[in-house]
């Protein structure tokens, strides 16, 4: 994948929001689920002190990563 092995988001004009399934309740579900998973597949394999850790810096990354995302997305929008 090179330089671009991190996902996009590509915003298009006049496209309505999904705003049904699982975007009812949470804008990014993926990072829910990757979330989950990073916690589960270790827990399954009696990992416990993995899943916890594997947990908190994912929460940490999430922290830093999600209002850079959001600023981003203004700054597109809003050009200085």
């Known amino acids: 994948m090179g330089r671009f092995w991190n996902t996009k988001n590509i915003q298009l004009p006049h496209v309505i929001v999904i705003k049904k399934g699982p975007y009812k309740l949470i804008r990014q579900p993926y990072l829910f689920l990757l979330t989950a998973e990073l916690f589960l597949l270790p827990f399954l394999f009696e990992a416990y002190m993995t ?30």
Do not use: E, G, T, Y
């Not at 940490?60 to 929008?77: H, R, T």
């Open 51 to 80: 899943a916890f850790l594997f947990l908190l810096v994912h929460l940490v990354i999430l922290k830093v990563d999600i209002p850079a995302l959001v600023k981003s997305k203004l700054l597109k929008k809003n050009p200085i």
